[in-house]
């Protein structure tokens, strides 16, 4: 595709509730991240696949993250029993090599 | 400590003066540096990236590094008010694949 494309674009869970996010990298692109960004602070790494391979999950913040990449392209970010601090914007961002890392628009998720 | 320190700002410029953002790191084993620009509910968006020592310059845009100070600057020329936005610099370290961010410095441009 274009660019880097994630679902939904805003999601509403009541707390303890499970979600899950989508991100469909770029066509072709190997690696792909995640991050999380709170108000006013920058992202902050959650995980890192190479293909289908989770080679960083240094950042995930709790065994409530769970992320998956099972055929090498799309990827879900999955948060078990969310909590009020889970509320964020979820980065997806794909790359090439070496090339810069290309953002998608992100999930905002809101934890009631 | 925080990895990559920037202020938070409000930084405040008139139209048409030159923005000066600032950005130090930590790990002296830091390779690669980046600027990002984000517009608020937007996603970050690559301004500049500098791996050399010295100053790297792109239109309005100049990247700064110098490595001994663990310090990289961005100078924005002739600023205009789109160019508002947050600045996020971000570092990525050797033997990592993923990019460290700062928390962002928000610039202000008075029309």
């Known amino acids: 595709g274009a660019g880097v494309s994630q679902s939904p674009r805003y999601k509403v869970a009541k707390r303890g509730q499970d979600v899950a996010l989508r991100c469909d990298p770029i066509?072709?692109?190997?690696?792909l991240f995640w991050y999380q960004q709170a108000l006013g602070q920058g992202p902050e790494f959650l995980t890192y696949f190479q293909n289908e391979a989770q080679l960083d999950k240094s950042g995930l913040p709790s065994d409530r993250f769970f992320a998956e990449r099972p055929e090498g392209s799309v990827s879900t970010l999955k948060i078990q029993r969310t909590q009020q601090e889970d509320s964020a914007v979820y980065l997806c961002?794909?790359?090439?090599?070496?090339?810069?890392?290309?953002f998608g628009n992100g999930t905002r998720l809101t934890v009631t | 400590q925080k990895e990559v320190e920037q202020n938070s700002g409000p930084l405040s410029v008139p139209e048409g003066a030159i923005a000066s953002l600032n950005c130090t790191y930590s790990d002296r084993g830091s390779q690669s540096f980046f600027w990002y620009r984000q517009y608020s509910g937007k996603s970050p968006e690559l301004i500049m990236f500098?791996?050399?020592?010295g100053d790297k310059e792109d239109g309005r845009f100049t990247a700064q590094l110098n490595k001994a100070s663990q310090y990289v600057s961005l100078l924005i020329r002739d600023s205009q008010p789109s160019d508002s936005a947050t600045y996020l610099c971000a570092v990525k370290d050797r033997g990592r694949r993923a990019l460290t961010f700062g928390s962002g410095t928000r610039l202000q441009v008075q029309p």
């Open positions: 066509s072709g692109h190997v690696s």
């Open positions: 500098i791996y050399s020592n």
């Open positions: 961002a794909s790359r090439q090599g070496d090339s810069p890392l290309h």
